[in-house]
């Protein structure tokens, strides 16, 4: 058929078939990008080096079973010359400061303060809680990580040889450490694959695709565009101030190690919670997520491309679509791998049996996130506001569509 004959049919089946070949693109240049950027191994002599200082700001607001292993990664790190500067969120976290204190005392040759007291100067309460650190900053070059992170002692030193003269972020792309359970390998699949497709192809092209878990940043250029204070109407600062940074003209570059998350015990509802959260502030920031994201998911482009081919082509689509399935299924496990970087904790079975469970329930997780679009954090909760803008909500949340809120 000549391409003037065609239909509404088949009009729809190349532009389906175009996206699912866009995605297969996606998938290949994760893994290739993987493969060449990341667990890249720099120079660890830092003798030789002129480093600059770096301050490290870690906001703290609960205690959990893997806290004071994480925290103890920061005091032995291989690094000349930083300051550790602890937030904890108020006074009634007696536990955190004790354990803060202890390891202050275990390291007393490692610069650091600790800050009690978040300052209420706009929504974001992770702003808020850094807030006083950030300020006191004695480094150009200062350092955003989580209460949930473990540090390699060669990761500062990397994400700092990976900083030149024209970036301003250097972040790095999340996973999660070994452990036991379905939750934990259901996380490390979804890290391991859906996330590391998007985080790794969308840096590797120049797309703002930043995490803030753990960053460092470059003081001065964030004093450019108004500081952090000028992004604390955003529940998700990290993806405005990266924003606000690239046009002007900075870059935002990825470091070979990638932000080991070490949650201590994983569960499937902490699991679900994170996802929908995450739906949430994505689908607020970005609206025409809400359209793509659907449309880049195994299991729905895969239906969509078996029709499309069908239509133009006359393939049979009961039969493309389980080619398709396990197809992707085997090059998200080679993408798994590559972010691993060594033998997985589990089996394929049991990766199988978390592959298939992710891809069958994220469609329900995504309409779950548009029944309400309020978010918790500790025990306040947030109401979002196309354009990513937040506010703090107090009372009875009613369940509202994205569009009436």
């Not at 790095?172 to 979804?190: C, H, M, N, W």
Request: with cysteine; hydrophobic share 45%.
């Amino acid at each position: 058929m000549a391409i003037a004959e065609w239909g509404w049919q088949e009009a729809v089946s190349l532009a389906i078939f175009a996206l699912w070949g866009t995605m297969w693109t996606w998938q290949f240049i994760a893994i290739c990008y993987g493969k060449w950027r990341l667990h890249r191994k720099n120079v660890t002599d830092t003798e030789k080096l002129l480093l600059p200082g770096v301050s490290i700001i870690k906001p703290l607001s609960s205690n959990s079973q893997s806290l004071s292993e994480n925290l103890e990664t920061f005091f032995t790190m291989n690094y000349p010359q930083y300051e550790l500067l602890f937030c904890i969120q108020d006074d009634t976290q007696t536990e955190v400061i004790m354990l803060v204190r202890s390891l202050i005392a275990k390291y007393p040759e490692v610069d650091t303060q600790i800050f009690i007291g978040a300052d209420k100067i706009g929504v974001n309460p992770k702003i808020n809680n850094m807030y006083k650190a950030y300020t006191t900053c004695k480094y150009e070059i200062f350092m955003i990580s989580d209460a949930g992170l473990k540090m390699t002692e060669d990761t500062l030193l990397d994400m700092v040889q990976t900083m030149d003269d024209s970036t301003a972020i250097v972040h790095q792309a999340p996973y999660i450490s070994d452990g036991e359970g379905f939750a934990r390998t259901l996380e490390k699949v979804y890290f391991g694959t859906l996330h590391a497709r998007v985080y790794l192809s969308a840096n590797c092209l120049g797309m703002n695709c930043m995490t803030g878990m753990s960053c460092i940043i470059r003081k001065p250029a964030l004093e450019e565009v108004g500081g952090m204070k000028a992004f604390t109407q955003y529940i998700a600062e990290d993806f405005f101030i990266a924003q606000e940074l690239t046009k002007r003209g900075w870059q935002l570059k990825l470091s070979s190690y990638y932000a080991w998350q070490n949650p201590g015990m994983s569960t499937l509802s902490n699991y679900h919670t994170r996802m929908v959260r995450w739906m949430r502030l994505r689908y607020t920031q970005i609206p025409l997520i809400i359209i793509l994201e659907p449309l880049s998911e195994c299991m729905v482009v895969g239906a969509l491309a078996s029709w499309a081919v069908h239509v133009m082509f006359r393939w049979n689509p009961y039969i493309f679509y389980p080619v398709h399935v396990f197809t992707w299924c085997a090059t998200d496990y080679i993408l798994l791998r590559t972010m691993q970087n060594g033998p997985l904790p589990f089996s394929i079975f049991a990766y199988l049996k978390a592959w298939l469970f992710r891809e069958c329930t994220t469609i329900l997780l995504m309409v779950r996130a548009h029944t309400n679009y309020t978010i918790s954090w500790g025990s306040r909760r947030y109401r979002l506001h196309m354009g990513g803008l937040a506010e703090e909500i107090n009372g009875d949340v009613k369940r509202c569509g994205l569009f009436s809120m």
